[in-house]
């Protein structure tokens, strides 16, 4: 199955800097989705994107949904240790399809 | 609320051996998901339940992967005979209704598989 593809792979901060990972993909989308996943858990919905061109914030987080409707991005400000984690963006092509492509993740690690 | 909740946690068998992991929705959902992650990689979906009806089964390997939900609630999914390949987490999701863009998918921690 098609999987979109995130970037980067792995990123390593210091506790405080800002973070910017971006999603693409070679089909369009109507709903963009980022999630986070702990170790030894399932993925978690952080935000959630239903239209081209939107920003989307969660508290230090936003989100947006790029124009062409292939990309979508997910900025964190400030980041905490409790930011580390695995974050996953996915999209969904059709509403009411509910079938979600997931990416193929990017790792956030924060150096001490 | 309660979560999803799914048993065991970790499974290791042998290639050829059979298992079997088991979930329990949040209670009230109508659907349910099964999803296989590779290490290194996002979730995938397996199976889809409404209710106790397959929505989507596209991307099950029928040949070993079997899935039910006999009565709308919990739900098991088999494999039988297990490959190498099949070592991953498989996760159980579940949502109140036949999800729109509009309804949140709530993840169980997962089972983590090893085939040796």
């Known amino acids: 199955g098609q999987q979109l593809n995130q970037s980067p792979q792995s990123m390593f901060i210091q506790e405080g800097e800002d973070v910017s990972m971006n999603c693409t993909s070679s089909?369009?989308?109507?709903?963009w989705l980022w999630y986070k996943q702990d170790p030894g858990e399932g993925p978690v919905l952080l935000i959630a994107?239903?239209?081209?061109?939107e920003l989307t914030s969660n508290g230090r987080l936003t989100a947006q949904f790029g124009i062409t409707r292939k990309d979508s991005f997910l900025n964190i400000s400030a980041s905490i240790p409790s930011d580390v984690g695995i974050y996953f963006c996915?999209?969904?092509?059709?509403?009411?399809?509910?079938?979600?492509?997931f990416g193929t993740g990017t790792r956030l690690t924060i150096i001490p | 609320e309660a979560g999803v909740a799914q048993s065991p946690r970790y499974k290791i068998i042998e290639k050829r051996q059979s298992v079997a992991f088991w979930c329990n929705p949040i209670?009230?959902?109508?659907?349910l998901y099964w999803y296989q992650q590779i290490l290194g990689q996002g979730p995938k979906l397996l199976i889809q339940?409404?209710?106790?009806?397959?929505?989507?089964d596209s991307q099950l390997p029928k040949d070993r992967f079997s899935a039910e939900r006999l009565k709308g609630v919990d739900s098991t999914l088999k494999i039988q005979p297990a490959k190498l390949e099949d070592s991953a987490v498989y996760l159980c999701?579940?949502?109140?209704?036949?999800?729109?863009?509009?309804?949140?998918?709530?993840f169980g921690s997962g089972t983590q598989l090893s085939v040796l």
């Open positions: 209670s009230g959902h109508a659907t």
């Open positions: 339940f409404q209710n106790n009806g397959v929505v989507d």
């Open positions: 994107l239903y239209k081209a061109g």
């Open positions: 999701a579940s949502s109140p209704r036949r999800r729109s863009a509009n309804e949140k998918l709530f």
């Open positions: 996915a999209g969904e092509s059709n509403f009411g399809n509910e079938k979600l492509t």
């Open positions: 089909s369009i989308f109507n709903t």
